[in-house]
């Protein structure tokens, strides 16, 4: 059973700085695709960044709005995913989603084709 388990939310002034942490559980890291989405209140989620495990040799997508603020890395030894989050916005306001699954490059954005989501954590920017 893979469980993804998000941490490191929580409320920060605009300017500030978070890192979001998902512990992945019985994940192979082959060709996976670990990603981190968002979603505000009334509004669609949407993907922030993912990065590809070991078949994919790190490679990392980020969305337009977060290019140069965040960075997604991962620890294989932890089995943790992690997303640094810096020059924090309001409109970064949202609760952050980690999920996992067998995505092609071209699709990780695509929220239905990851198998495995986390419960997500709150982030807030005021």
């Known amino acids: 059973h893979v469980q993804l388990v998000e941490s490191g939310g929580g409320s920060v002034q605009a300017g500030g700085s978070l890192r979001l942490s998902c512990a992945t559980s019985r994940i192979t890291y082959s060709n996976y695709c670990v990603a981190w989405f968002r979603q505000a209140p009334g509004k669609e989620r949407e993907a922030v960044a993912a990065?590809?495990?070991?078949?994919?040799?790190?490679?990392?997508y980020y969305a337009d709005s977060v290019k140069g603020r965040f960075t997604i890395s991962h620890n294989y030894a932890t089995s943790t995913v992690y997303l640094q989050m810096n020059s924090l916005k309001p409109k970064d306001t949202a609760k952050y989603y980690c999920?996992?699954?067998?995505?092609?490059?071209?699709?990780?954005?695509?929220?239905?084709?990851?198998?495995?989501w986390g419960q997500g954590t709150q982030v807030t920017v005021s």
């Open positions: 999920a996992a699954g067998g995505v092609s490059g071209g699709r990780w954005s695509t929220a239905g084709e990851y198998n495995y």
């Open positions: 990065i590809r495990t070991a078949g994919g040799n790190g490679v990392r």
